[in-house]
Structure formats: C-alpha cells, structure tokens
C-alpha cells in the first residue's frame, strides 16, 4: 500500500482494461473453451478458475458493502480510476474483486476497470509485492485526470497475508492445505476485512 507517483500506467492502457461485466463474461468464455486466462489451461488451472466463479457469485450475491463505507464512498469528489491487476485463476482475486467492484458501484467519481496481470508484465512489474513477487490482486489507484498513481492495495488483506506467510513459512504443509485454510479465512471474515481496509485508503486517496 505504499504511495508512489509516476505515469507508468497510459490512457491507452486504460482504454484497454475491461470493465467488471466484461472480466466476467470473458472468464465464462474462456471456460466454455476449456481455457482460462494466462498460458497454463491445465485441469488444474481450470478447476481453480471454476471455483473462483463461484466464489465471485457468491459475494455478488450475498455480501453487502457496510454503511460507513457506503458514505464515504458516496461522498468522494475526486475522479478516479481503480485498475485491478488480476488473473481468473487467482483465488485471492475472486475473494477481493467482486468487493472492489462493490465499492466502485457506490461511487459516480470512481472506475473500476481491469487487467490481466500476464498480459502486461510492464504495468505489474512496478507494483510489486516487497519489491519483488507479482502477487495479485492489484489495485492501483488512479487520478483520472493526470494518471497519477494515489496509491496501492493488495494482494490480499492484512490478517489474510499475516496466514498467509505463517503457512509459507511451515514446509510441512502443502500448497493444498494452505490455499485451503486462507480459503475459510476469507469465508469466515465475509469481506469485512478489506472494507475496513479501504476506508481510510478512500480518504488517503482522495485528498494526496
């Protein structure tokens, strides 16, 4: 979430980014295919992309946006652009975008719009995680006007990457254990973590 200025990111890169709808029905397309996004169509990419659309139906059905976030996104007067960096397969993406598409719902002055992280290696390269992993989601926030970047999120909230690198840091436990236990955090928590998150970063945003 560090604060950075530059225009790395281009009016045409935004032109290129897809709306939510858009992500949505080009993941379904994709499936019908027996493809998802990226290089790697393997079965397990494909199952995990099959879980993320579900997991993206049900917080866009289910989870609601709590009122204080509602008011402060209700009263943003800056015009910005959120791009989100992400992939169909990524399951932290699926816990997080529909969310953030949540918030952008709520607010005349917001955009959301997104990105495939593979597809451009240019943008995602300078939001990297520590300096060095490709971790998405990202979420760059965008002065419309200028392209200044206000800011950053991501790739997952802050109790949930806390888990995250606990379990990493344990060798004997599997990559399906893992993605497993994060998976019921995020159940668990019913996005009440990242709303939290993004208050004050709305704020931080909108008057940097």
């Known amino acids: 979430m560090t604060e950075v200025k530059t225009h790395c990111i281009t009016r045409q890169d935004i032109e290129n980014a897809c709306t939510y709808s858009e992500y949505r029905e080009m993941i379904d397309s994709l499936l019908e295919s027996g493809k998802t996004t990226g290089e790697n169509h393997s079965e397990a990419m494909l199952h995990y992309t099959k879980m993320n659309v579900h997991r993206m139906n049900r917080i866009d059905k ?20 959120w791009l989100v960096i992400t992939e169909a397969w990524c399951g932290d993406a699926a816990q997080s975008v ?101 208050l004050p970063l709305i704020e931080q945003w909108e008057n940097s």
């Open 98 to 198: 529909p969310v953030i598409q949540k918030m952008g719902d709520e607010s005349k002055n917001i955009q959301v719009r997104f990105i495939l992280r593979d597809e451009n290696l240019e943008i995602m390269d300078q939001f990297l995680t520590n300096g060095r992993s490709r971790s998405i989601p990202k979420l760059v926030a965008l002065d419309a006007r200028t392209l200044d970047v206000l800011g950053t999120w991501g790739p997952r909230p802050d109790e949930a990457q806390k888990l995250y690198d606990e379990l990493r840091s344990d060798e004997e436990i599997s990559f399906q254990i893992l993605a497993e236990r994060l998976h019921k955090w995020y159940a668990d928590d019913r996005t009440l973590s990242i709303q939290n998150e993004f």
């Open 62 to 81: 289910r989870n609601k946006l709590n009122p204080e976030l509602t008011d402060a996104l209700y009263s943003v007067n800056r015009q910005m652009i």
